[in-house]
């Protein structure tokens, strides 16, 4: 998956669970709690859209290490390569 591939699947996943993120410009390095307004509801329910989306398991104990959606790109990016190593 490419980077504006990972971008994309990411900011869907997060204005589909935020009504507030929806009305924000979203960029790699836009914090998630600052900038987007999310809680850590919503970033859970993202992480568990992003799952279900790639079929793949993301570790929900890592989620106070996500602080922007780069964050989000870089490990949804390391799973799917892990998946595709499997």
Known sequence: MTEPDLF????????DCSEAARQTAIEPNSRLFEDLSLDSLDLVAVL???????SI???LDAVPDFRNV????TELGRQLRLKSAA
Do not use: F, K, P
């Not at 568990?48 to 790639?54: E, G």
């Open 8 to 15: 994309r699947s990411v900011t869907e996943a997060i204005r």
């Open 48 to 54: 568990m859209r992003l799952q279900d989306a790639h």
């Open 57 to 59: 398991e993301l570790d």
């Open 70 to 73: 780069s964050d989000l790109m």
